[in-house]
T-cell receptor, first 111, second 113 residues
Framework: DVKVTQSSRYLVKRTGEKVFLECVQD?????MFWYRQDPGLGLRLIYF???????EKGDIPEGYSVSREKKERFSLILESASTNQTSMYLC??????????FGSGTRLTVV | AQSVSQHNHHVILSEAASLELGCNYS??????LFWYVQYPGQHLQLLLK??????LVKGIKGFEAEFIKSKFSFNLRKPSVQWSDTAEYFC???????????FGRGTSLIVHP
């Protein structure tokens, strides 16, 4: 089974801090995604990567950046955390147009 | 742009009741269709998928979904729900060769024992 591992389950950060969320998948998937999940809003795509060093903005990229230096690792960066970025962050990976495999999520609280 | 609608935001059922959750999408071309489930405190996981072939797709835990192309729909069904089916359910579509899924907003299902 594909495993998608997110480095932290819970994080508490202060406003203005730079925050790194890490995601690693172990099945050589080309595609990796970062979403945020908020009640009533479903999953909203932040960034998508289809190859090493390649990235595309999703629906809500403002305030975020990403890095994909290796195929298995996709990092989400909050350049200067704000309270409205308090959310559940989900990483996923997939093979081409196949189904997505999700990590357990990181619940980020910005205080 | 592609959109996915899940019309039922909250559903409350008693055990043994039948379930149908609606999912409609807007794209008229080739689509890959998915239902995901998120049990309380757990990660999103695939429930079932449709790529081609038989439009009636069977998934895990007794769930099934029917692809009706003329109605742009992919509704999820289960004849008899259990308390353990309490979860949030998401419909998703990959269309036109895109690798990026479009998700519906989700349906929260509560099953009373």
């Amino acid at each position: 089974d594909v495993k998608v591992t997110q480095s932290s389950r819970y994080l508490v950060k202060r406003t203005g801090e730079k925050v790194f969320l890490e995601c690693v998948q172990d099945m050589d998937h080309e595609n990796m995604f970062w979403y945020r999940q908020d009640p009533g809003l479903g999953l909203r795509l932040i960034y998508f990567s289809y190859d090493v060093k390649m990235k595309e903005k999703g629906d809500i990229p403002e305030g975020y950046s990403v890095s994909r230096e290796k195929k298995e690792r996709f990092s989400l960066i909050l350049e200067s955390a704000s309270t409205n970025q308090t959310s559940m962050y989900l990483c996923a990976s997939s093979l081409l147009q196949g189904y997505d495999t999700f990590g357990s999520g990181t619940r980020l609280t910005v205080v | 742009a592609q959109s996915v609608s899940q019309h039922n935001h909250h559903v409350i059922l008693s055990e043994a009741a039948s379930l149908e959750l609606g999912c409609n999408y807007s794209y008229g071309g080739t689509v890959n269709l998915f239902w995901y489930v998120q049990y309380p405190g757990q990660h999103l996981q695939l429930l079932l998928k449709y790529f081609s072939g038989d439009p009636l797709v069977k998934g895990i835990k007794g769930f099934e979904a029917e692809f009706i192309k003329s109605k742009f729909s992919f509704n999820l069904r289960k004849p008899s729900v259990q308390w353990s089916d309490t979860a949030e359910y998401f419909c998703a579509v990959k269309s036109g060769g895109s690798y990026i899924p479009t998700f519906g907003r989700g349906t929260s299902l509560i099953v009373h024992p």
